[in-house]
Nanobody, 119 residues
Framework: QVQLVESGGGLAQPGGSLRLSCAAS???????????MNWYRQAPGKERELVAA????????NYADSVKGRFTISTDNAKNTVYLQMNSLKPEDTAVYYC?????????WGQGTQVTVSS
């Protein structure tokens, strides 16, 4: 009922920047209520981890310690879109990044977008 389309992944050099976007669209007849919009990542051989989260009401944010001060999560509520601005990228940021929205229906995952940080 909810489709999440991610974009913006790719290859960046250490110290570089990338901006991820995730747009939520709704199958007709379904009213989308969003509690939180989130970015997760999963590196090869590792568990999926929460990178950043933002509440739809109020815009409170939460970040993993490993990205604090480098990544910024934001939303355009009118477009049901969440962004992740990633600066000062490090090789250890290499992973597949997934967006997730939560609401009274539970949650939905995006398909993931690859981010590779390498020189």
């Amino acid at each position: 009922q909810v489709q999440l389309v991610e974009s913006g992944g790719g290859l960046a050099q250490p110290g570089g920047s990338l901006r991820l976007s995730c747009a939520a669209s709704v199958v007709s007849g379904f009213t989308l209520t969003i509690y939180t919009m989130n970015w997760y990542r999963q590196a090869p051989g590792k568990e999926r981890e929460l990178v950043a989260a933002i509440t739809s009401a109020g815009g409170s944010t939460n970040y993993a310690d490993s990205v604090k001060g480098r990544f910024t999560i934001s939303t355009d509520n009118a477009k049901n879109t969440v962004y992740l601005q990633m600066n000062s990228l490090k090789p250890e940021d290499t992973a597949v990044y997934y967006c997730r929205v939560t609401g009274p229906y539970g949650g939905y995952w995006g398909q993931g977008t690859q981010v590779t940080v390498s020189s």
